[in-house]
């Protein structure tokens, strides 16, 4: 059996092990308080890149070569829609706004004769590629996003070696 002495002791020993542990501030010593970390990255106050393009090709491992605009977002176009016409209603534009640039620019691998402009029923104008109206997908946030990709097998990026299909 154990006595409540030794208890003592041990227990007395223990508290005089941590207390030596632990170091104690003097005079030269300086407590330095840390910021506390954060997981989250700080916000980017760089732009976007921005090609000089107003319209440029991509190329994805999945889809293979596509058209984007000027900011690597990618561009559609729907099988509902002709040459220089477009059925869908207005309404559609929501999800499936139509893009627009005043001037094309493009790189050496694209003919600036093959773009043009539609202006739709409504009056807004929409630039074409073929004659075929240019549409963004509202769920791709990010550049190089194709998410609107043989969405209803009616929505399709653009491969302009390929295009018309």
Avoid: H
């Avoid at 941590?18 to 501030?25: I, K, S």
């Avoid at 001037?103 to 004769?113: G, I, K, T």
């Avoid at 550049?143 to 399709?156: A, E, R, S, Y």
């Amino acid at each position: 059996m154990v006595s409540w002495k030794w208890y003592w002791v041990l227990l007395a020993a223990a508290l005089l092990g941590l207390a030596a542990c632990t170091p104690v501030p003097t005079s030269s010593t300086t407590t330095t308080t840390l910021p506390p970390t954060t997981t989250t990255p700080p916000a980017s106050t760089t732009p976007p890149t921005i090609s000089p393009y107003s319209v440029n090709v991509a190329t994805k491992a999945v889809v293979g070569e596509y058209l984007t605009d000027g900011r690597d977002r990618a561009l559609y176009y729907t099988t509902s829609d002709r040459p220089n016409y477009s059925n869908l209603p207005d309404e559609t534009l929501t999800s499936w706004p139509a893009f627009y640039t005043a001037s094309v620019q493009v790189p050496s691998s694209l003919n600036a004769a093959d773009f043009g402009t539609f202006t739709r029923d409504n009056g807004v104008k929409q630039t074409t590629f073929r004659g075929y109206p240019l549409y963004y997908f509202y769920q791709d946030k990010a550049p190089g996003d194709t998410l609107g990709n043989k969405l209803g097998n009616v929505w399709f990026l653009i491969n302009p070696a390929q295009f018309p299909p």
